[in-house]
């Protein structure tokens, strides 16, 4: 059974950088729409961006436009979110996730298999 495993969080300060790794086991992830989603505290989790199965990188969230990018190894079954320019309200769970199709979408119930999550905390 396919498993998703994030990498990479930790604490950082204001204006820092991070890299997030997610590495599917036990399968292979084929054409699948892959994404990241983040959880901030007492908020909902919602998508951050988005590879579909053919390549194409959608992005979701404004205000992280032009510091967090998103990239896909299809030969590795990877994925990586470099986020640069962190600020405190990046602060959150942030979730890998698989779709069963190969189009992106920022809902998560578009998503069937989710990683455990990995914590990420800017300090200001």
């Known amino acids: 059974q396919l498993q998703l495993v994030e990498s990479g969080g930790g604490l950082v300060q204001s204006g820092g950088s991070l890299r997030l790794s997610c590495a599917a086991s036990?399968?292979?992830?084929?054409?699948?729409?892959i994404a990241w989603f983040r959880q901030a505290p007492g908020k909902e989790r919602v998508g951050v961006s988005c590879i579909s199965g053919y390549g194409i990188r959608e992005n979701y969230l404004d205000s992280v436009e032009g510091r967090f990018t998103m990239s896909r190894d299809n030969f590795k079954n990877t994925v990586t979110l470099q986020m640069n320019d962190l600020k405190p309200e990046d602060t959150g769970v942030y979730f890998c996730?698989?779709?069963?199709?190969?189009?992106?979408?920022?809902?998560?119930?578009?998503?069937?298999?989710w990683g455990q999550g990995t914590q990420i905390v800017v300090s200001p």
């Open positions: 036990g399968g292979d992830w084929g054409f699948s729409a």
């Open positions: 996730t698989k779709a069963p199709v190969f189009a992106c979408s920022n809902s998560p119930r578009d998503f069937d298999v």
